[in-house]
């Protein structure tokens, strides 16, 4: 089974790129499948992995930025994989 994480953050006025550098510089405690980073408008940032394990399994997420670089709390969603379509 393919677990997706999705950690998403609005960066503070300003601080979308060290917003994503942080995220970037974020190391894990495991190696997933797959991360991919993203941006859109409004400074946000997010951060998708991929993993191979059940949906409830322990998995390292990425932590809280500094409160700083933020403007509100950060989201965090689990998924699973049902198809992948090219």
Do not use: K
């Amino acid at each position: 089974m393919t677990v997706t994480l999705m950690w998403e953050a609005a960066a503070a006025d300003d601080r979308g790129a060290e917003l994503l550098d942080w995220a970037r510089r974020q190391e894990l405690s495991d190696t997933p499948q797959r991360v991919e980073y993203l941006t859109a408008p409004g400074d946000r940032v997010l951060v998708i992995s991929w993993w191979d394990a059940p949906y409830g399994a322990e998995l390292p997420e990425l932590p809280d930025p500094p409160p700083e670089l933020v403007r509100r709390q950060v989201h965090r969603w689990r998924f699973v994989s049902v198809a992948v379509t090219p």
